[in-house]
Every structure is written in C-alpha cells, then in structure tokens.
C-alpha cells in the first residue's frame, strides 16, 4: 500500500509541479487573506503572507534563529530558498519526486542559494539523518501525505536537537466525537480528495495534537486557520481557466487534469466545515 501510495505521490508531483510552476509559481501552499480570509491579495503575496504568517504565529526568532533547517515536502524550494534567505540558515529539503528536487536545485542557483540549500529525493517516514540534526523542522503541507502520521511526527521529533522547533502545517478534517462521527457523506466527499490528491487519509487537529504530545513535545501551539485561507481555491480555480493553463494541463497528462477539475472538493470542503487547515508549533 505504502509503496504504491510513494509511486503515486511522486509521479502526480513529477507531473504536475511544472505545471503549477508556470501558472502559480514556486510556493505550492494556500495564501493566507487576513483572519477573516476578506482580504483582496494576488495570490503569490498571499502564499509569502502564510509562510510570514505562520512564522510570526509559532514564536520569536529574533533572538533564537535557526541555523540548519528542514523542509519537508519542500516541493520545488518555494519555502526552503525563502527561509534560507530570511534566516541566512542552511536549509535541507527533501520530496519523493525527483522533478521537483531537480527544479528547486535549479531555483537555488539562480538565486544564488546553491550554498546554503541541499535538495534530496527521501522519504519522510525515514528521514535519512542523523537524530539531533536541525533546529527547525518546516512541514508545510505534507503530512496529510503521509500514510502513517505517528511515525512521520516521530521522525521529525527525532531529528530535531533539543530546544528544536516543529512547524507543522496540514489538511485536516473536522473535530469529531462520538456524538458528532463523520457522515457517510463526509467521508465520501473525503475519499474523493484522496483520490485526486494522492492522500492516504487526513485526521483532526485534536488527533495531531494527541500525537504530538505522545511522540515528546513540549510547548504545543494549536490553531485552526480555515477561514483565512478558504479563499484560496477560489482564486486557483478562477486562474484555472486561462488558455495557457488549460493548454498545460493537456500537457501534464490526465491525473493533473483530473486534480484541477476537482478543485471545487476543497472550496466545498472548507464552505462545509469538513475541510480544516491546522497548525501546530511545538519543541523538542
């Protein structure tokens, strides 16, 4: 199952991030518009505005910045070039399509960050470092891709040194209780994302919290921010529709086809109250 799911993930990205490159540009997240989500931004000061956002969010680093930082599921190096800049740190990203590392290799030297960045093929499940080896671990929207939540959290947890941050950034579903389960038509909407997107499952925020508490955290920071970034998908599936993004998309081939005919899934799911977009800050 596990194979198969990396087989899947790896060849949607590989056919897909150039794509998105070349219509949406590097940062492969949602865009932040104000807590309300009522602010009118392009969509590329949006997707800087959460990385800003979401940093400010998960505490001080005027005095403790960090100096050797992970990106897990960097994508094409959206995140990982913008924070080795900010933070003159050195910043190692890692991604199961080899496209993508490829291109954000190619970002770094342009930008003149070849030297302070390192993009590897790797699974997050076992990440290929040593126990103690960052100060920040960045998860910006990949966990809802891992097939085993505990073990990824627990890996991020190991590699980080002592006094280390996790950022962690993810889809989630609703809360749900025993009274309130999810429906029969909560969870097919649900299937249907997972399908498109190459998603094993995606849990609650309270489930995440639950775990990363158990894999050793301390200092938990927890939030919901669906409002501000629901708008999101509205703004990608309005740019859609252009001729030059339809004309990629035939190029891409089917299954980035089918994810753009599907964008609504996620506009419905955040209408609805399904779809949730959780944070967490913590330390090791």
């Known amino acids: 199952m596990s194979n198969q799911l990396y087989q899947q993930i790896q060849e949607f990205y590989d056919a897909s ?21 009522t602010l009118k931004l392009d ?35 959206g995140s990982s070039l913008y924070l080795a800049e900010k933070f003159g740190a050195r910043v190692t990203g890692i991604t199961l399509s080899p496209v993508q590392a490829n291109r954000a290799k190619e970002r770094a030297r342009a930008a003149g960050l070849a030297t302070k960045t390192d993009f590897q093929v790797a699974n997050a499940l076992n ?17 809802e891709h891992m097939p ?67 894999c050793g955290f301390t200092d938990l920071r927890v939030d919901d921010w669906s409002t501000a970034v629901a708008p999101f998908w509205d703004v990608v599936i309005d740019s859609a529709i252009t001729p030059q993004a ?12 089918e994810a753009a005919m599907s964008l609504k899934l996620m506009s419905e799911g955040y209408r609805s109250g399904l779809v949730r977009f959780g944070l967490i800050a913590a330390t090791k």
Not at 45 to 74: K, M, Y
Not at 193 to 208: A, H, K, Q
Not at 246 to 257: E, N, P, R, S, V
């Open 17 to 37: 991030s150039n794509l998105w490159e070349g219509i949406w540009g590097e940062h492969m997240h949602h865009g932040y518009y104000g807590k309300n989500g």
């Open 246 to 257: 339809i004309f990629g998309l035939f190029q891409a081939g089917w299954k980035t086809i």
């Open 127 to 143: 990440i290929p470092f040593p126990d103690n080896s960052f100060d920040l671990v960045w998860s910006l929207e990949s966990g």
């Open 148 to 214: 085993d939540k505990v073990k990824f959290l627990k890996e991020c947890h190991r590699v980080l040194k002592p006094g280390g941050k996790l950022i962690f950034v993810t889809w989630c579903h609703r809360p749900t209780t025993p009274a309130t389960p999810l429906t029969a038509e909560e969870h097919k909407h649900l299937q249907d994302i997972y399908r498109v997107y190459c998603l094993p499952y995606v849990i609650s925020l309270p489930e995440y919290t639950e775990i990363v508490e158990r």
């Open 43 to 77: 969509r590329r000061q949006a997707q800087i505005d959460l990385i800003e956002e979401v940093l400010s969010w998960s505490g001080d680093f005027s005095t403790n910045r960090p100096h050797d930082i992970l990106d897990v599921g960097c994508g094409i190096g």
